[in-house]
Each structure stands twice: as structure tokens, then as C-alpha cells.
């Protein structure tokens, strides 16, 4: 192994080293994750895309954050979801619950909530996008979100099709085999319409 190799690697490692601290389970592939692109759109307005990589069927996806603009205080106005993967794969319930309050957002997503079977296959790509703005009308500067855990007890996390693998290869899961933590990344982007 090359210098440059050993360094590459050492400097890759610890760009992960945020991701690899949360504690992620995922027995299924390799593990799935949320991300969150985080952008400004003009002075007053930001967005935050929330995207996400599956590598197995899901049904539920709870992703609660809490936002932060120094001093500013800021609230969550809308979620998009139209275009996204949970409208495509006709989800039953795509939740929005801002807490102004605490700054947080809750965004829960469940496939069915009646005898469908609708699940986000394998796959990638954006899930809804939160649109921010400043409560006080004062620039925001800066936009910060992380992880937390909303009421009652919502934290990041993925709930799996009961069913996985490709017939005949297929294993049932029992419901508390079903939750996994994906990984969770924070990205500062460019501003891209949802469409
Ligand atoms: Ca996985």
C-alpha cells in the first residue's frame, strides 16, 4: 500500500467517522441510507431534501430531525412529496408534523394502513423535500439538522416488507426483526426543485 493510498484511506475513514457513530443495524445486505441535502433556496428559504438507498423491500420510515439557524428562529412550512419514491410506490400515509416549538419535524412514512401491500422497492432517491423558513423574517445564514428522537418515541429508522428475499428463497420476519437504524448523512447542496 502506497502513501498516498494509506492517506486517501485514513482521510476517507474519518469523513465516515460521523455515519459510522450513530449506531446503524441493518442485517439485511448492506446497510441502508437516509440522506439529508440540505439547501438554500434564497435568503429566507431553504430546503431539505431527504433521499434514501434500500437494498431490501420497505414499508415504514420514520425520519425525525431537529433544525438549527443560530439565533433565527426558523420553521418547517411544507413537505413535497409528489414525485418522490413513497408517491410513486403509493404509500398510505406520507406525514408531515413540523414542532415549531422545538424546531423538530417528524416525517413518518407508512406503506399500507389497510389490506394493501404497497412497499419502496430496492432502490434510491429522494423521498420528499421539507421546505424552511425564518419565523422573524431575518436572513438565514446558516441551516443545520440532525437526528433526534420526537414524541412519543420516533427515531431513524426503516421498518422491512415481512416477506424478504425472491420466491422460492423467501424468509418471514417476525415484526421485531423487521426495524433497522440505516446510516445518516448530512449533505450542504445546491437547491434543485422537486419534480
Ligand atoms: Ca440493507
Redesign the pocket.
Known sequence: MTIKTKVLLLVTGLMLLPVLSVAQT?P?????TIYADIAKIDDFNWSITISCF???DVIGIAVPFKMSAGLNKIVADSAIYTGGRVTQANWAYPGFRPDTAIQCVTLGMIANLGPTENKLEPGSGRLVTVFVSSLEEKKIENLTIDTTTTHPSNYLQMIVDRVQGDPPDTTALEFDERLIVPAWVVRQSEYMEPK
Open positions: 441493518d439485511f445486505g448492506v446497510p441502508d434500500n437494498d431490501e
